[in-house]
C-alpha cells in the first residue's frame, strides 16, 4: 500500500483528498530545525499500486512523482528506471518497531518489484487473483523462512491467511512433502482450499495410519490426531510444516505442543488471527517453534520482556516489537483497506465428528425406512427430515437431548469457538446467526460457559421492547461482544454497524435470505470492512445447499409452500441423494 500525506514546510498537512481510505500512520517526519526525524502520527491516504500509478495528485511533491515513475514500470514487468537515490526520505520514511530507524530506499524497492514478480509467477499455478498485500505477504513468508527457518502470519481474521499460505506452499512443492496441522474442523476445509487454489498440489486428508508422502504432496491433519499419532509423521522429512489456529500451541507443556516441536521440518509457519502483544508469556511457545535459534530461552524471554511490560515498561515492550519483527507479520483490515472489498466472504467447511456422522445417517436411514409418502404428508415428512439433520450439523445433542457437554461433539461450534475467541482477543464485536431458536440457546449458553460473556439472544419470541434494548445495547460502545440472532426474525430494519464480523452458523436454501442479514452490519454507517463467514458441514446437505448458492440457483425459503413443493417433487433416489452424506468427499 501507499501512503500520500502532505508536507507545509512546518509540520504535517490534511491528506490528498479524493484519495483512498484515510488512516492515521505512525511515520517518520522532521522535529527540529536542524532536520532531525522522529516518529509522529500522520494523517494518511491509503492506496493500491494500480490506483496510485494511476492518480493524479495536486502538487504531488518528489517522492509521488519518484514513486508513479517506479510503480508504472514495475506493473509493465519492467524493474529498471528509478534507483533509490532518486528516493527522497519522505518516500521510504516507515520506522521500525521500536522508531529508532527507517526503511531504507533500496528496501522499498525491492518489496515493490518482488511483490510485482511474485503476483506475475503465480498467476500460471495459483488459481486465485491475490491482492498487492497477499502478494507481499506470500513474498515476506519467503523471505522470513530463508532468513530464520520460520514466521508467525498474523493477520487479522478476513485477509486471507489462507490463500497466502497456499501461495507459500506452491513455492515449495517440489522441495518435498509438505504438512498443514489445523483444528479437527478444519480440516476438510484446507483440503478443499488447496484443491481450489493449487490443483497441482497432491491432498492427503490424514486421520492416522500409513502415510505415503512425497514431492507436491500436501497432508493435512488435526491437532487431535497430531498429539495421538504425532510419531508417525516424526519418520518423514517435511519441506514445510504449517500450523494453522497456531494459539493450540501456546502452552509449550501440552502433549500436542511438544509432538509439533518434533516435526523435522526445513520450514515451519505458524497462522493465527491474534495478536502477538497478547498473552506474553504464550508467546514464546510461538516464536520458539518457528525459530529456536532466535527465541530459545523462555527464562531470558520473561526476564527481558514479559516481566518488565507487565509492570509498565514502555521501552520493553517497544524492544520486544522491535525483537520479534523479523519473524511476525500482523496485519490488520485497516492497514490494507483501499485493497479490500467493502465485505469480505469467507465460506469455511466444517468437518463432522463421529458422533455427529453417525447420527446423521442413522437419521437419514430411518426416514428412508419410514419412506416420505406422498401428497401433503410427503412435504411435512420432507420437511422433517431436512430440520433434522441440518440439527445434527449444528450439534447432535439438539437431537438426542444430551446437552450436558457441548464442546468436542460438533465441528461447526469448535470452528465458530476458534472464530469468537480470535475476535474476543481482537476486540472485534460478532454477530452470529442461525435459523434455530434451540442452536441459538445452545450457543449463548455455550459462549457463557467457554467465555464468560452473556450474549444476548434476538428471536422472533424477543418483544418489541426487548428487541430495541438488545439492539441498543450492542450498538452501545461498552455493549456485549457477541450477540446472537434469528436469522428471520434480525432480516429487515436492524442496524448493527457496532460489528463488522458476521457468522452464519448454518445454512440457509435462499442467499437472499443470508445477505439481507449480513446487511444489518454493511449498511451506512458501517466504517470499517464487513467479514461474513458461512459455516458449512462438509459431506452433508449443507453442502447441497452451498453449492446451489454458488451456481445461483437456490430454492426460495424452506419455510415457504413453493421451496419445500420443489423438494418433495423429486423422486426418492433424487431425494436420498441429496440428503446423504457424501463419505468419499
Not at 508422502?213 to 495421538?228: E, M, N, S
Not at 428471520?488 to 445454512?507: I, N, Q, Y
Request: charged share 20%; net charge negative.
Amino acid at each position: 500500500m501507499f501512503a500520500l500525506w502532505s508536507w507545509d514546510g512546518h509540520g504535517t498537512g490534511p491528506a490528498p483528498r479524493g484519495h483512498g481510505d484515510r488512516e492515521t500512520l505512525a511515520l517518520a517526519v522532521p522535529v527540529a530545525v536542524d532536520g532531525g526525524l522522529g516518529v509522529a502520527d500522520v494523517d494518511a491516504a491509503l492506496v493500491d499500486p494500480e490506483t496510485f500509478a494511476a492518480a493524479t495528485v495536486d502538487n504531488p511533491g518528489e517522492s509521488i512523482a519518484a514513486w508513479q515513475r517506479v510503480v508504472r514500470c514495475a506493473l509493465a514487468g519492467e524493474f529498471s528506471g528509478t534507483g533509490p537515490d532518486e528516493l527522497p526520505v519522505a518516500a521510504h520514511a516507515v520506522p521500525d518497531a521500536s522508531g529508532t530507524a527507517i526503511v531504507s530506499a533500496q528496501r522499498a524497492l525491492d518489496v515493490l518489484r518482488d511483490t510485482e514478480a511474485i503476483t506475475a509467477d503465480l498467476r500460471a499455478t495459483l488459481k486465485a487473483r491475490l491482492r498487492p498485500y497477499q502478494a507481499r505477504g506470500v513474498g515476506w513468508l519467503r523471505e522470513t523462512v530463508a532468513a530464520h527457518g520460520g514466521a508467525v502470519l498474523a493477520d487479522e481474521m478476513g485477509l486471507g491467511k489462507t490463500v497466502q499460505t497456499i501461495g507459500f506452499l506452491l513455492d515449495r512443492a517440489e522441495a518435498g512433502p509438505q504438512l498443514v496441522v489445523c483444528p479437527t474442523s478444519l480440516v476438510g476445509n484446507w483440503a478443499h482450499e488447496i484443491g481450489r487454489f493449487a490443483p497441482g498440489l497432491r491432498v492427503v486428508a490424514w486421520r492416522g495410519g500409513d502415510l505415503d508422502a512425497d514431492a507436491a504432496t500436501v497432508v493435512v491433519t488435526g491437532y487431535p490426531t497430531l498429539r495421538l499419532h504425532g510419531r508417525l509423521l516424526t519418520h518423514l522429512s517435511w519441506a514445510t510444516a504449517v500450523f494453522d489456529e497456531a494459539q493450540a500451541l501456546k502452552n509449550p507443556r501440552t502433549q500436542v505442543a511438544k509432538a509439533a516441536r518434533a516435526i523435522d521440518a526445513a520450514a515451519t509457519v505458524a497462522l493465527t488471527g491474534t495478536p502477538v502483544e497478547n498473552h506474553l508469556d504464550e508467546l514464546w511457545a510461538l516464536l520458539h517453534l518457528v525459530a529456536p535459534r532466535l527465541f530459545g530461552h523462555r527464562t531470558q524471554f520473561r526476564r527481558r520482556f514479559v516481566r518488565p511490560i507487565h509492570e509498565g515498561s514502555a521501552a520493553a515492550a517497544a524492544r520486544l516489537r522491535d525483537t520479534i519483527e523479523p519473524v511476525v507479520l500482523a496485519r490488520k483490515k485497516s492497514q490494507v483497506a483501499a485493497a479490500l472489498p467493502a465485505k469480505i466472504h469467507s465460506d469455511l467447511l466444517c468437518d463432522l465428528t463421529d458422533e455427529q456422522e453417525r447420527l446423521y445417517d442413522q437419521l437419514l436411514d430411518k426416514a428412508v425406512d419410514d419412506g416420505f409418502g406422498a401428497g401433503i404428508e410427503r412435504h411435512g415428512r420432507v420437511l422433517a427430515a431436512l430440520t433434522a439433520l441440518k440439527q445434527v450439523c449444528n450439534h447432535p445433542g439438539l437431537i438426542t437431548g444430551e446437552l450436558d457437554e457441548l464442546a468436542g461433539r460438533s465441528g461447526k461450534l469448535d470452528l465458530c469457538t476458534d472464530i469468537i475467541a480470535t475476535n474476543l482477543e481482537t476486540g472485534s464485536p460478532t454477530i452470529v446467526f442461525t435459523q434455530y431458536r434451540r442452536t441459538g440457546e445452545l450457543l449463548v449458553r455455550h459462549f457463557a460457559e467457554q467465555f464468560g460473556v452473556a450474549a444476548p439472544f434476538f428471536h422472533g419470541g424477543s418483544s418489541q421492547t426487548e428487541r430495541a434494548e438488545i439492539v441498543a445495547g450492542f450498538q452501545a460502545e461498552d455493549g456485549p461482544p457477541i450477540l446472537v440472532l434469528s436469522l428471520r426474525a434480525a432480516g429487515t430494519g436492524l442496524t448493527l454497524t457496532r460489528a463488522a464480523d458476521v457468522v452464519h452458523f448454518d445454512r440457509w436454501w435462499n442467499p437472499a435470505v443470508e445477505a439481507q442479514a449480513s446487511d444489518r452490519v454493511h449498511r451506512i454507517g458501517q466504517t470499517r470492512t464487513v467479514t461474513v463467514t458461512t459455516l458449512t458441514s462438509t459431506t452433508t446437505v449443507e453442502e447441497h445447499i452451498a453449492g446451489m448458492h454458488d451456481r445461483k440457483a437456490a430454492l426460495r425459503d424452506l419455510g415457504d409452500t413453493a421451496g419445500i413443493a420443489a423438494l418433495a417433487a423429486l423422486d426418492d433416489d433424487q431425494l436420498i441423494e441429496i440428503l446423504r452424506r457424501k463419505r468419499g468427499n
